[in-house]
């Protein structure tokens, strides 16, 4: 939150300078609260973990949130049962006239077909579209990113000779930009995808600016100039053990992977992850909601176009 203080302090122009958020009491008195509207389009088909993830990230601040969950009418889930999905979410097509403050597009494991040939990518446009006259701020992980950045950008994505899987070191290219306030010059998060966007290809984008990349995992945060679109490469929501399923899962299956990353102290999978990403996960979401949506988002949320 705003540390409020009188624009003419001293200490004002220091901070403002150290990219730490201040609001003067003129802005603070023109505040109204009311409880955030923020969509989540939840395409993992594991959907009671990836809740869990999200919420517990969107549940750490001190604001009120209200949550639609959202699922495809044009794909049969064969993860989720179908009492659960009636029970606790919605079809795009039941909310298409709402408006939201925020949304998230989550990642899915559909990453080596092309997007054209994922059998509910049709839907997926019309939301993508809709997304940029009804919500105010969308952000979108993994496969959610690299959809989004090859629907409304053209940037397409390309398949890599070996998984990026695993905990990667990141370096924050733009220590100004409100998305990666707070953050340290360098962080960790975690990857898991066959695919990569090409640096390249982003930065020939003018509406486009990477914040933050891995020398070893590529690009992971992009953001448009007006904030309206957020894009996240990587998995900063993970629990602990996620890689680690994963890849008991693939071993369980026969599948040739090898060990996540930087993830098992000394590359040992009989030992338990130590967790070296959680406080940026948390920072990244918190200011997404603080910078990008609760400050920047129309008290009358019919205004959002």
């Known amino acids: 939150m705003p540390v409020k203080i009188p624009a003419t302090l001293p200490a004002a122009k220091i901070l403002t300078e150290e990219n730490i958020f201040v609001m003067d009491d003129a802005r603070a008195k023109t505040q109204d609260i009311r409880p955030l509207k923020i969509a989540i389009l939840n395409l993992m088909p594991t959907k009671e973990v990836t809740e869990t993830q999200l919420l517990r990230l969107l549940g750490n601040t001190p604001l009120q949130i209200e949550i639609t969950l959202l699922s495809m009418a044009s794909h049969i889930s064969a993860n989720t049962s179908e009492e659960y999905l009636d029970a606790f979410y919605r079809s795009w097509d039941s909310v298409k006239d709402t408006k939201f403050d925020g949304m998230i597009i989550t990642g899915a494991p559909v990453e080596n077909l092309p997007f054209e040939e994922v059998d509910y990518w049709e839907e997926m446009t019309r939301i993508m579209d809709w997304s940029q006259t009804h919500v105010f701020s969308t952000l979108h992980i993994c496969w959610g990113s690299q959809a989004a950045l090859y629907h409304h950008y053209g940037i397409g994505k390309h ?147």
């Open 159 to 305: 398949a890599l000779d070996e998984k990026t899987f695993g905990i990667f070191e990141h370096t924050v290219r733009n220590p100004r930009h409100k998305l990666v306030r707070g953050f340290d010059d360098s962080f960790r998060a975690p990857h898991s995808r066959h695919t990569t966007i090409h640096k390249e290809d982003v930065e020939a984008i003018a509406d486009l600016e990477i914040l933050a990349e891995s020398d070893e995992a590529g690009v992971f945060l992009v953001a448009s100039r007006d904030g309206r679109t957020i894009y996240v490469s990587g998995h900063a929501e993970y629990d602990a053990d996620s890689l680690a399923r994963e890849y008991a899962r693939d071993v369980a299956k026969g599948m040739k992977i090898d060990v996540p990353k930087h993830y098992y102290p000394g590359n040992d999978p009989s030992k338990s992850p130590a967790v070296s990403w959680r406080a940026h996960a948390n920072l990244l979401f918190v200011n997404w909601l603080n910078y990008f949506v609760y400050q920047e988002t129309p008290y009358d949320i019919e205004s959002i176009h």
